[in-house]
């Protein structure tokens, strides 16, 4: 069964989902549904907590003046 839902969103916001879900053939229903699917799905949500080797590591580089050119470049040099 299917039910309406009311979404109140800025203009802006609303031409943007109508604009991508043309681009992707779909409508923005299935799109919004296709987002809560995937919010839902036991794929996203996560099978065990970190281990603590993993959790002492999260952040670490955040203070870091790497971004992510420096890392495509590493890559480049890397695979020549």
């Not at 952040?59 to 050119?69: I, M, N, P, Q, T």
């Amino acid at each position: 069964m299917q039910t309406k839902l009311t979404l109140r969103l800025e203009d802006q916001l609303i031409e943007q989902a109508k604009s991508y879900a043309a681009q992707a053939g779909k409508s923005v229903s299935q799109v919004v549904a296709d987002y809560f699917k995937l919010l839902t799905s036991e794929k996203t949500k996560p099978t065990s907590p970190l281990t603590p080797v993993t959790q002492s590591l999260r952040g670490l580089l955040r203070e870091s003046k790497l971004d992510e050119k420096d890392y495509k470049k590493y890559l480049e040099e890397k695979h020549l």
